[in-house]
């Protein structure tokens, strides 16, 4: 093979590299370490809620901008510099070209550039800390007068304004979405174009699915926020009034256009998540997948309401009551869709022979979590309940409560699943679930009490509550204390994680051992252990679908997807 | 390596990779403006007085340009039909003209963009005949960034299209001259959206 035996330099092999699997691999690293910068932040701040004004260990004290913008980045990061990277981009790259069995993606170049893109995007943003005036502090939803031209500016010095934190971070955040955009066309015409011989759209993965449906919702909700974030810049560097009332410009919206994109990039995000668990579920349950098909369309169909849903994050801006009760509606709705994915995983779960391996207890850790964050969004969703709890910490604990099982249950989840395929090597089963226990309890131990904080009406952005005499919040700083120790807790059991990740990766390669760990039928483990540049020495070719478990008499007792004979796909009988 | 050969032909789907990928671009950046002629037209409705802007703006040279712009369409077919036939030479002078047909809309619009900045309609500032009615610059910072992300697309094309006859002319890439002339159709599209938008109603 030509492939196999041409040297390519270190530069070429591991940072410039056009490989999939190394750039999924960047992808993931630079989330892991932003995912570290956002830690941190959120560990400060945190501190502070818990013990106002004190002097914080490894940081000092906290100013009360810095507050702000620490908030703010740590939003900003988590979830456009370590949700979108790992889930959409990382995973994407890592599964899409091997799982619908080809060599590598539709456009190679692209893929690495934009791989570099969003790594200069990651550097702007946090040169945006040392910049004069600090990181912008106006919350991560950047909603003008705070984000355009502190306090509208007409005149601004146009290089000052620049590099101004408020600009570094609408340009950060621009340059992400490109890097984005040009990932997601490379995911789509992989998948239309590049699927291996029988591969066909029924037999693709769940992951693969959700992850193209995901890039989908991505880019064609994006745009308008891509406009509108070109005018805030304006808004910033010439002085132009887009969003100034004075001058019939308008701040609303830009609240209509950040949560039209805003609120799709909620499933952006969950899609990927949710299509780890069609993975992993089957595979440990030794089942077929309940309901795949349906799965798929409920998935497109929680993409269609996913953009007719954003106003509910504007209950209290003057909306119309009217079109609120549409806004609700429509939100409560959306529900729907993914109530019929979690149930088709139950059903997967009901009846099987179930292994509690670490990645099945990291996807059921997933969906216990979700659940308290989906049932508590169905109360923000109506929009009576969402003008008392707007802006409070019920608000910020409901969407912690997705976004955290979400982005790193998900990814744990696909790290032990998947990390014996893409390194050869095998991670330590006892320190994996030491690490989900850790994870799972402080996880809980820092934001359940936060919903009574929420109730009794704790807002979202004030950093010292001393300072307001007629708001007694004494009874609650116990809340905040236990949810601070349990944080601090929280964020030092990810270091078994790694720990782990650095042991396992100084072990000897095992392709034998690593080759199909979990008795897997995807085609990315008939690939050898770690796939080389190209994946496969003799393209696979595709007889049945993913999941074909509990299949009597094979020595797996299932049928991996590249073994000729009869399918067993049972969807039409379901 | 023979299998690698053989599968890479083996696409379920026999659109050509370059041109799936440019359908998504292209509906990708179709959104992006479509937000900027929502905000627009929003504005405009809440507005009716932006009518009395609007009647500064000149449409002898919209027109013209939007004509221009038809032109340079129809020649980039006349390329993308030569590059069918494999004419290198004759796909290059289509091409050649279609780059042209976008220097002249940008020289049209450098025209323009100097008479009304002449009247004192900038970026910013209202205009020094309504000085007080703030409300009215919004017209202009809504012109200027629709028409201004319009013209950067033409330049992107053109350079897009320059660097194309140059491939093809070393006798490569000539499926690409249909891309090029794909997005080139896309930028004169947009322009058929904000010509009547900026310029007719008034």
């Not at chain 2, 279609?98 to 100097?114: H, M, N, P, Q, R």
């Amino acid at each position: 093979m030509e492939m196999s035996t041409h040297q390519q330099s270190f530069w070429n092999k591991y940072i410039f590299s056009t490989d999939h699997k190394v750039i999924g691999m960047q992808y993931s690293i630079m989330g892991i370490i932003m995912a570290g910068v956002g830690g941190f932040l959120a560990y400060i701040f945190r501190y502070n809620l818990a013990y106002p004004g004190q002097s914080i260990p490894l940081f000092g004290h906290l100013a009360p901008l810095q507050y702000n913008a620490f908030v703010t980045c740590h939003g900003m990061i988590m979830v456009f510099w370590v949700g979108m990277p790992i889930l959409l981009s990382g995973l994407g790259n890592l599964l899409i070209p091997i799982m619908i069995g080809t060599d590598d993606m539709a456009f190679p170049t692209v893929n690495m550039l934009s791989f570099w893109i969003f790594f200069v995007s990651a550097l702007v943003l946090l040169t945006s800390f040392f910049v004069p005036g600090g990181a912008f502090g106006g919350g991560w939803t950047m909603y003008p007068p705070f984000s355009a031209g502190g306090y509208l500016n007409r005149n601004p010095d146009f290089f000052k304004a620049l590099f101004s934190g408020t600009s570094l971070m609408i340009l950060a955040v621009a340059l992400e979405f490109v890097a984005m955009l040009m990932g997601g066309i490379n995911f789509v015409v992989t998948t239309i174009n590049k699927r291996a011989k029988g591969m066909t759209a029924f037999r693709m993965p769940i992951v693969v699915w959700f992850l193209n449906i995901a890039s989908l919702i991505f880019m064609f909700s994006v745009g308008p926020l891509v406009a509108g974030a070109f005018m805030l810049l304006l808004d910033n560097v010439v002085g132009t009034g887009f969003y100034d009332p004075n001058r019939g410009g308008d701040p609303i919206l830009w609240e209509h256009l950040f949560w039209f994109f805003g609120h799709p990039e909620v499933y952006v995000l969950l899609l990927p998540a949710l299509g780890v668990l069609a993975e992993i579920l089957p595979v440990f349950a030794r089942k077929p997948l309940f309901a795949y098909k349906p799965i798929i369309y409920l998935a497109l169909v929680s993409a269609v309401l996913s953009v007719l849903v954003w106003a509910h994050h504007q209950f209290v801006s003057g909306i119309d009551p009217r079109m609120a009760t549409f806004f609700s509606i429509g939100t409560i709705l959306i529900s729907i869709p993914f109530a019929g994915i979690f149930l088709s995983f139950m059903a997967t779960l009901w009846g099987g022979s179930i292994r509690m391996t670490v990645p099945m207890m990291w996807a059921i850790g997933f969906i216990a979590l979700f659940l308290i964050g989906g049932l508590t969004g169905l109360f923000l969703g109506s929009n009576t309940f969402d003008i008392y709890a707007h802006d409070t910490y019920f608000v910020v604990t409901h969407f912690h409560y997705t976004l955290f099982p979400d982005v790193f249950f998900g990814f744990f989840a696909a790290v032990y699943f998947w990390f014996p395929k893409f390194t050869g090597k095998t991670l330590n089963a006892a320190l994996g679930k030491l690490h989900f226990w850790c994870t799972f309890f402080f996880f809980n131990g820092t934001w359940f009490l936060l919903f009574f904080n929420g109730l009794h009406g704790q807002h979202r952005r004030i950093n010292d509550y001393s300072s307001f005499s007629l708001i007694n919040m004494e009874p609650y700083m116990t809340f905040e204390k236990i949810s601070t120790i349990c944080a601090i807790l929280l964020i030092l059991s990810q270091f078994i994680f790694l720990y782990n990740l650095f042991t396992s990766l100084a072990k000897t390669k095992n392709p034998e051992l690593t080759k199909n760990p979990w008795h897997s039928a995807t085609l990315e483990w008939t690939a050898d252990s770690p796939p080389p540049h190209g994946n496969f020495k003799v393209y696979p070719e595709v007889y049945r679908g993913p999941y074909e478990y509990s299949v009597p008499g094979e020595v797996d007792d299932c049928y991996a997807q590249n073994v000729p004979g009869p399918s067993f796909e049972n969807n039409e009988n379901l | 390596m023979s299998t690698k050969q053989q599968h890479l032909t083996l696409s379920e789907n026999k659109i050509p990779e370059g041109r799936l990928g440019l359908w998504i671009l292209i509906a990708g950046e179709l959104v992006i403006f479509g937000g900027l002629i929502m905000s627009y037209l929003l504005h405009r409705l809440r507005y009716p007085q932006w009518s009395e802007m609007a009647a500064h703006t000149s449409t002898f040279i919209g027109a013209l340009n939007t004509v221009v712009l038809l032109c340079s369409s129809y020649t980039v077919v006349r390329a993308h039909e030569a590059a069918q036939k494999l004419d290198v030479a004759k796909a290059t002078r289509w091409m050649t003209c279609t780059v042209l047909g976008g220097l002249i809309f940008l020289i049209d619009k450098s025209v323009e963009y100097t008479h009304e900045i002449q009247e004192g309609f900038t970026f910013t500032s209202p205009s020094l005949q309504h000085s007080g009615d703030y409300v009215n610059s919004l017209f202009w910072s809504y012109y200027y960034i629709m028409t201004g992300l319009h013209s950067l697309h033409v330049i992107a094309g053109m350079v897009v299209m320059i660097i194309i006859m140059v491939q093809i002319k070393k006798g490569k890439n000539l499926h690409r001259v249909e891309l090029a002339g794909m997005y080139w159709h896309m930028v004169d599209l947009i322009w058929i959206f904000l010509f009547p938008l900026l310029y007719i109603a008034k």
